[in-house]
C-alpha cells in the first residue's frame, strides 16, 4: 500500500492542536502550532548527529505540506 509521505492529523480531545505526521524514515508527529516534534523512531547514537542536520529540513518541509494542504481547502 502507498502512503502518503506526510498526513495531517487531529484529535476531539486536544481541541487547539494540530498536526503532521510524517510516514517515511524518520517518523515523526509535528505540532504545527509550536514546532514540537514526536520522534515515532529509536535513534543510535551515531545516527543522532545526522538527524539533527536534517531535522530544520524535516520540520520546514512538514509546515510547507500543512499549509499547501490548507490552502487547498479554503
Not at 11 to 29: A, C, D, G, K, M
Amino acid at each position: 500500500m502507498d502512503v502518503p509521505k506526510f498526513l495531517i492529523a487531529d484529535n476531539s480531545s486536544l481541541q487547539e492542536e494540530i498536526f503532521v505526521l510524517h510516514t517515511e524514515y524518520p517518523r515523526f508527529l509535528l505540532n504545527v502550532a509550536n514546532d514540537d516534534i514526536l520522534w515515532l523512531e529509536e535513534f543510535a547514537q551515531e545516527d543522532k548527529k545526522e538527524l539533527e542536520q536534517i531535522t530544520q529540513d524535516l520540520i520546514d518541509a512538514a509546515l510547507n505540506f500543512f499549509d499547501e494542504e490548507i490552502e487547498k481547502m479554503e
